[in-house]
């Protein structure tokens, strides 16, 4: 871990983020790859794993967000360390709601007739993957603003915790890999655009990642704001997103199960390694 943690150090905060984000993108083709090999995967196995990366968000949202911006405004705002968490968390939920209601977009465990955001005449495929989009822009936000973080010197922020995140955030983008491209083959998408649409949805987090890393290394005092940002906009998807699809079908306690899981493993990489 040692050595891991000394060359993303000698990298660069920016070219760090988008290792590490393209690291996260690369997880999520490794789960459509799936796709070539089975053509479905039953609901009690899927829910579980969706489940699973609502737990490793919600863990990932505290550990490793939440709890370095409430530390960093102890700091920088001196007996007002509640409003830079509170204001970003805000905003994070409010960036994520205003995408919701803009963007067409269809969840995976939802019939085509429950559409969101502004009705289109899109393809279901194309609603799928700008569904998984959304989700994954605060993921890759999150990895750039803690790798921005450490690259400033921030002693609640270290280059550790920001691999840790990293990490975390690509063992759950597996099983969204596999429930974009698994989906898209059941209704009939070849083999090759089943995976071609489910890595395609977390391109957008090396993108997110590095924008994430350049805004807080030139604004410094916006750290902690930014850090709650990306955790508001995580929490919003969890809670809005994943937590309903895995709560339609009759697997709801094997769901929980994943939750707890998710959450518990990504507290034990945070708490261990950052």
């Known amino acids: 871990m040692k050595a891991i943690e000394t060359f993303f150090e000698g990298i660069g905060p920016v070219y760090a983020a988008l290792l590490a984000t393209t690291f996260t993108w690369l997880v999520t083709a490794a789960g459509a790859s799936l796709v070539f090999f089975f053509k479905t995967l039953n609901r009690s196995v899927l829910d579980p794993m969706l489940g699973f990366t609502g737990g490793v968000m919600v863990a990932a949202s505290f550990w490793s967000l939440l709890a370095p911006s409430i530390e960093m405004s102890e700091r920088l705002y001196p007996g007002m360390s509640w409003m830079p968490a509170a204001v970003g968390f805000f905003l994070g939920a409010a960036f994520l709601y205003m995408l919701d209601k803009l963007t067409p977009h269809l969840h995976i465990n939802f019939g085509a007739e429950e559409t969101e955001g502004m009705k289109t005449q899109w393809h279901r495929t194309t609603l799928l993957v700008l569904a998984i989009t959304l ?10 603003v803690l790798f921005g973080a450490a690259a400033n010197g921030m002693p609640e922020a270290s280059i550790a915790g920001a691999i840790a995140l990293a990490l975390g ?5 597996f099983p969204e890999g596999i429930a974009v491209a698994m989906p898209l083959r059941r209704h009939g998408v070849s083999r090759l655009k089943s995976f071609w649409y489910g890595q395609l949805s977390a391109f957008v987090e090396p993108f997110a990642g590095v924008v994430g890393a350049i805004a807080v290394i030139y604004m410094q005092p916006i750290l902690p704001f930014a850090l709650a940002f990306a955790a508001g906009a995580m929490i919003y998807v969890v809670v809005e997103e994943v937590i309903p699809e895995t709560q339609r079908d009759k697997y709801t ?4 199960i994943g939750f707890m899981m998710g959450f518990l493993i990504m507290m034990i990489l945070d708490v261990s390694l950052g």
């Open 169 to 173: 955030i690509g063992i759950q983008n």
């Open 135 to 144: 989700h994954n822009i605060p993921e890759g936000l999150a990895v750039g």
């Open 253 to 256: 306690d094997r769901s929980v």
